[in-house]
T-cell receptor
Framework: AQSVTQLDSQVPVFEEAPVELRCNYS??????LFWYVQYPNQGLQLLLK??????LVESINGFEAEFNKSQTSFHLRKPSVHISDTAEYFC??????????????FGTGTKLQVIP | DAGVTQSPTHLIKTRGQQVTLRCSPK?????VSWYQQALGQGPQFIFQ???????QRGNFPDRFSGHQFPNYSSELNVNALLLGDSALYLC???????????FGPGTRLTVT
């Protein structure tokens, strides 16, 4: 079985400051890892993903995450946040093989609040 | 390219009633998964459909059932509604059951 732990339920940060949202996973097999963002009263949007290859993955809006297999982590970072980044962020994991009808396991979410 | 669509957007039902939620997957996707997201929680996996069959199921009672049609769209049915079934129900689609899933906007179900 796989699991995801998001260590912080809420993270307040001032605008233009850096931020890190922490995510640790547990799995006995190889994994795919994802970060999703959810704005109020909306569904989830895929922010970035790690499937294979380079352990550092980036999104189009400045977020990045690094897969660290030894620490079983996939922390999300942004060097300078904007007010529009205020949202809830979910880390998710699934087994790392294709065609396997894999369910996705989500963490409990981290609410990022950007303070003007 | 149309993304994942869900209907209705909002729904209010009474305890004991039955409800049907609908989902159309992203173009080119053949797998649909359903999730329940209670207030303040992360999404919880309900089940996944591929080739019109339920392939995987999470820890949800038999009151929760589903169906997938030949055009890959899907329905989620919940019988004998309980107050605790109030949640945002999310549909996600993917290709060949892969882990990269695209989510719809959700259906907000309120049970009174």
């Amino acid at each position: 079985a796989q699991s995801v732990t998001q260590l912080d339920s809420q993270v307040p940060v001032f605008e233009e400051a850096p931020v890190e949202l922490r995510c640790n996973y547990s799995s006995s097999v190889s994994v795919y890892l994802f970060w999703y963002v959810q704005y109020p009263n909306q569904g989830l949007q895929l922010l970035l993903k790690y499937l294979s290859g380079s352990t550092l993955v980036e999104s189009i809006n400045g977020f990045e995450a690094e897969f660290n297999k030894s620490q079983t982590s996939f922390h999300l970072r942004k060097p300078s946040v904007h007010i529009s980044d205020t949202a809830e962020y979910f880390c998710a994991v699934t087994r790392g093989r294709s065609g396997g009808y894999q369910k996705v396991t989500f963490g409990t979410g981290t609410k990022l609040q950007v303070i003007p | 390219d149309a993304g994942v669509t869900q209907s209705p957007t909002h729904l209010i039902k009474t305890r004991g009633q039955q409800v049907t939620l609908r989902c159309s997957p992203k173009s080119g996707h053949d797998t649909v998964s359903w999730y329940q997201q209670a207030l303040g929680q992360g999404p919880q996996f309900i089940f996944q459909y591929y080739e019109e069959e339920e392939r995987q199921r999470g820890n949800f009672p038999d009151r929760f059932s589903g169906h997938q049609f030949p055009n890959y769209s899907s329905e989620l049915n919940v019988n004998a509604l309980l107050l605790g079934d109030s949640a945002l129900y999310l549909c996600a689609s993917s290709r060949d059951g892969g882990g990269e899933q695209y989510f719809g906007p959700g259906t907000r179900l309120t049970v009174t």
